[in-house]
């Protein structure tokens, strides 16, 4: 029969892998997810109208662990992506 620690140890290592980004950014951390913070994303290209900014903030949602969004920034180079602190 199954031991019943081996059981228990097994049922919460399946919660936090099923349970979403933010177990599993706790469980095995990753400098990935602090890259996008605070930083314009200049690889993100053009950032000039409503759908851009939309997906300016996905990609700072997903992508930084302080999950504030982002948007398009005006600069001297003209809009760019960035991710709030």
């Known amino acids: ?9 097994a049922f919460i290592a399946l919660s936090l892998f099923l ?7 706790i469980a095995w951390p ?9 930083i314009n994303q ?7 109208s409503k759908q851009a900014n939309d997906r300016c903030e996905k990609l700072c949602l997903h ?3 302080q999950n504030k969004g982002g948007g398009c920034q005006p600069t ?8 709030y602190c």
């Open 1 to 9: 029969m199954v031991d019943t620690k081996f059981l228990l140890l």
């Open 19 to 25: 349970s979403g980004a933010e177990s599993r950014e």
């Open 30 to 38: 990753s400098i990935e997810l602090n890259s996008l913070c605070c």
């Open 42 to 48: 200049e690889q993100f290209g053009a950032c000039d």
């Open 63 to 65: 992508g930084c662990r």
């Open 76 to 83: 001297s180079t003209g809009s760019v992506c960035s991710c």
